[in-house]
């Protein structure tokens, strides 16, 4: 029963959403790049672009999807980041600009 247990909390998957890899496992919240479409929270999403999976005893890699696997998440909330700074300057010549956004994120539970 403890080898149950143990292979359930080393099983992980990589998955690729937004241009970024997220190393994910049940239970896990992460947050991801925001999502075309409009979502609720709440809303059931699935990954499909799994890349590798672990579960406990034998890693499955993918060339460079895996085919058949999908990750399922919820949608925990919607937010937006720390504002970041953008500043361009070049000596001499007096020019600066700075220019800010908030980056929109999306938090996501997985299943």
Known sequence: MADAK????????VIETGGKQYKVSSGDSVKIETLPGVLK????????KVLLVHDGKETRIGTPYLTGEKVEATVAEFGRNKKISVIRFKAKSRHFKKRGHRQEFLKVTIQ
Not at 41 to 47: C, D, K, L, Q, S
Request: hydrophobic letters at 40%; proline letters at 0%.
């Open 6 to 13: 143990t292979s359930k909390l080393n099983s992980f998957a």
């Open 41 to 48: 929270e709440g809303a059931r999403i699935t990954f499909d």
